[in-house]
């Protein structure tokens, strides 16, 4: 059974994840609109990643007998500079998200809810992660400077990024 405080803090993730989603998909609308579709795609990805580890905190607050309580989305920005700025703002998206997730280890520390801790460390995994491939794009931008055929090489490498498949439960 979750605590009270534990059960509000792991509603406040759903929607921190919710939000990450409609971020994602307002940067993947920036993109199509300036005509980089494979950024688009990347972004599209992302999105639907963020989804599942919305659904991924919803079903385990239900698993352990809480309440899942949805709460309204803030709006996210609709527009970027350049897609130099939309992945600077997405890694300080991501570490803002890392720090999220160990508030919630904390928490669950605190609760000693060792079943939550268990369960966060799947996330924690997953943010070193998403910083590393974030980091990973916003490096080769910077390295482009205004060199436009490279970000065109690098929107069709990325145009191959493969959306989660939502219907298999993931780890």
């Given amino acids: 059974m979750l605590s009270e405080r534990m059960q509000k803090a792991l509603n406040g993730q759903v929607n921190a994840e919710l939000y990450s989603s409609y971020l994602y998909l307002s940067m993947n609308a920036y993109f199509k609109s300036v005509n980089l579709d494979g950024f688009a795609n990347w972004m599209n990805s992302q999105a639907q990643e963020e989804l599942m580890h919305a659904m991924k905190f919803y079903e385990f607050i239900n698993q352990r007998g809480g309440r899942s309580l949805l709460a309204a989305i803030e709006t996210p920005p609709a527009q970027w500079d350049s897609p130099l700025a939309v992945f600077e703002d997405t890694l300080k998206h991501e570490q803002k998200v890392t720090g999220l997730i160990n508030g919630l280890v904390e928490i669950a520390m605190e609760e000693r809810d060792h079943a939550t801790q268990i369960f ?16 990973n794009v916003l490096e080769q931008l910077k390295l482009l400077g205004d ?3 490279g ?8 145009a191959t990024r493969q959306a989660p498949d939502m219907s298999v439960e993931s780890e």
């Avoid at 970000?151 to 990325?158: A, I, W």
């Fill in 147 to 149: 060199a436009k055929q």
């Fill in 151 to 158: 970000l065109f090489m690098m929107d069709r490498e990325l």
């Fill in 120 to 135: 966060l460390q799947w996330f924690v995994t997953e943010q070193v992660e998403e910083e590393e491939s974030v980091g």
